[in-house]
């Protein structure tokens, strides 16, 4: 929950600004969250206030902050990330592998 005493509060207008996203982009992070790099997920944090949805500078720095892998603690979330191409080309392959053993 974002605390309006203490953060500095962001219209979603204000918001894509800073973000340089669409709407429907941050509309998508507060409802559905984002994929992190070790397989959770991290919404942004908003509420409505009044007529409004509101976020804050607070919560767009951790939503960032928690899609940034850490290079130098945790090699191996960096090393999880694959393209979608390039896995669906090893499940191809895994796949020729099990019906080539009968699998």
Known sequence: ???IGSE???????AKKVAKASFTTL????TQGHPTADGGRVRLRAMK????????????EEFAAALTPRLDDEP?????????????????????????AGI
């Open 1 to 3: 929950m974002i605390d």
């Open 8 to 14: 500095r509060l962001l219209t979603i207008d204000e």
């Open 27 to 30: 509309w998508r992070w507060i």
């Open 49 to 60: 206030l009044g007529r409004r949805w509101v976020t804050s500078y607070e919560s767009l």
């Open 76 to 100: 191996a979330a960096v090393l999880r990330m694959r393209p979608p191409t390039k896995r669906r080309r090893q499940s191809e392959r895994a796949a020729a592998e099990l019906t080539k």
